[in-house]
């Protein structure tokens, strides 16, 4: 089986492509940034981009194969995800990479805007000794006001209270207490924080609701002298307002690492003032920021390409910071899903997730969505993945819902699925023991049961009596069937019970009609589940 095929448009560090050669085809196309990528993407299962190249609905429509869209950095402003997310695509980004160097970055340009270091050192070089001239202020017991308090956010207030910084913060995403935890003030709005702010730092992603988000009527509010500094995204300080800000002297100044259009033209009148320090985009570019950027988005383009859950795939539920506890259950949810669709005697219309124990503390839906994908993946012949699976059962009416109690008698983790279907229900539940060997079917239908889930499993409900194990041991083995394990479930002797059993090859039809005749089975389930 050839290799998949990973297209590259935009630099990778050397460690990054390193991963990613060791079993894909990788081809670094340096030139499809600009333009032809419509063209080229038609025989490739992956991409892997920067912020110069254009993923547009456009594109991906053309690409036939792609699975996964892999941006090397934060922002996704040149990837149309809601395009990719409808052809099930994956969209995944690195935003814990580059988080110590655009925070580090933040602190620069705040002291070089403070200090008028860049005006005083092109002075010197020019031959002129003007200590007068460059005269700054001390960031010491200045109010430095934060807008969007995340990952770089808080690192910059961590920096910012090293200089004895008074910090406030703007964020309806975080609780006040979380604020006060990190010795920052939260204000109730945006109109608040401007109005007592020496300096203002941006920390939000570009998106409609933050585009334009600091205009003419917010730097009106600020402090006259007051500072600005943006590191994240351009076009969330409106630049003309800020032209306008800065030629009246209501400002003292600007330090900016992005704008709206980049690269930025020289005719841009923002690059005239002096007191404006500028850099082109360089929050991320640090050796260390490059090298783990590589490294994680490769990381993730393999896992995806695997057909695994990818953390920071920004295009499915819960798809950022995912817990240990949870990850380690996705593999066994999917494989729940597709023994609840198997056991079915007809179609799903409604799935119940229940989590029971230290799981019901978490956050799960990633874990029903990874049941849903194993659920499905006997009943659709489309592409399926962890992005579109949600929406493929939207489409066919299938109903889902998610149970938690943190009470559990018998499991510390305990995760049931439960279908509604036309000729009744149907259960089946799992959990993880990991001095047995991990992964474990504790429950079926309504019988208590403790085996390991398997490629090639089979079921028989029956009425308990003598020889029955035997008899489908003997029916195996003279098909030439080995047996991996056998599992009996009962509530009481004489009454029904089920036996599962894992093969280490699939059972043929008329093996398992035989069986079903000789031990008079009213329920009979073979499964095969997906590799």
């Known amino acids: 089986m050839d290799p998949m095929r990973v297209l590259v448009t935009e630099p990778l560090s050397d460690s990054g492509l390193e ?15 600009e333009s032809g990528l419509s063209d080229a993407i ?40 809601d395009a990719a997310t409808r052809r099930g695509i994956l969209v995944v980004n690195a935003p814990q990479s580059n988080i110590v160097s655009a925070a580090e970055h933040t602190i620069a340009l705040l002291l070089a805007q403070a200090r008028n270091i860049p005006q005083a050192h092109a002075a010197l070089k020019a031959g002129t000794w003007e200590r007068g001239t460059f005269q700054g202020v001390e960031l010491n017991g200045k109010t430095l006001g934060i807008v969007g308090l995340g990952r770089v956010g808080v690192m910059v207030a961590q920096r910012a209270a090293a200089f004895g910084m008074r910090l406030v913060a703007f964020d309806p995403y975080v609780s006040r207490e979380r604020a006060k935890a990190l010795g920052v003030e939260l204000m109730p709005n945006l109109e608040a924080l401007l109005v007592q702010s020496d300096f203002v730092t941006v920390h939000l992603p570009r998106s409609p609701e933050t585009e334009g988000l600091i205009g003419e009527r917010e730097l009106a509010l600020m402090k006259p002298g007051a500072r600005i500094v943006n590191t994240a995204r351009g076009g969330i300080v409106d630049e003309r307002a800020l032209v306008n800000a800065l030629r009246d002297g209501k400002l003292g100044g600007a ?67 995912v817990s240990e506890v949870v990850r380690s259950f996705l593999p066994l949810a999917e494989k729940l899903g597709a023994i609840l669709t198997g056991l079915a005697d007809q179609a799903v219309q409604r799935l119940e997730a229940e989590y029971v124990g230290q799981l019901a503390e978490q956050d799960t839906r990633i874990l029903t969505v990874a049941a849903l994908k194993g659920a499905l993946a006997r009943v659709v012949d489309e592409p399926l993945s962890f992005v579109n699976a949600s929406v493929i059962a939207q489409e066919r009416g299938i109903g889902v819902a998610e149970r938690k109690s943190a009470q559990s008698k018998d499991y510390v983790n305990l995760m049931t699925l439960r279908a509604e279907t036309e000729a009744g229900d149907v259960a089946v539940a799992g959990t993880l023991v990991a001095k047995r060997g991990g992964e474990r079917i504790v429950q079926v239908y309504d019988f208590d049961v403790d085996m390991e889930p398997a490629r090639y499993m089979a079921f028989f409900l029956y009425e308990d009596r003598p020889g029955v194990i035997g008899r489908v041991g003997t029916l195996l083995g003279k098909a030439d069937v080995n047996i991996a394990s056998m599992e009996v479930g009962r509530k009481e002797a004489g009454g029904l019970a089920l036996m599962g059993v894992t093969v280490d090859s699939p059972i043929p039809s008329a093996v398992l009609a035989k069986i079903e005749k000789a031990i008079g089975a009213q329920r009979m389930r073979s499964l095969v589940l997906p590799r």
């Open 255 to 321: 330090a900016l690492d992005v704008f709206a259009q980049e690269p930025v033209p020289q005719a841009n009148p923002l690059l005239v003032f002096d007191n404006v320090v500028v850099t082109p985009h360089l929050g991320a570019s640090t050796r260390e920021a490059q090298d783990k950027t590589g490294t994680a988005i490769a990381e993730m383009v393999r896992l995806a390409l695997r057909g695994e859950f990818v953390s920071y795939a920004v295009n499915v539920p819960a798809g950022g910071d």
């Open 19 to 33: 991963i990613l050669r060791r079993d894909l085809d990788v081809a670094v196309r340096p030139d499809l940034a």
């Open 42 to 81: 038609a025989g490739f299962d992956g991409l892997i981009v920067r912020s110069q190249t254009k993923v547009t609905a456009e594109v991906l429509d053309r690409a036939e194969r792609l699975k996964v869209v892999g941006r090397a950095g934060i922002g996704l402003d040149n990837v149309d995800v």
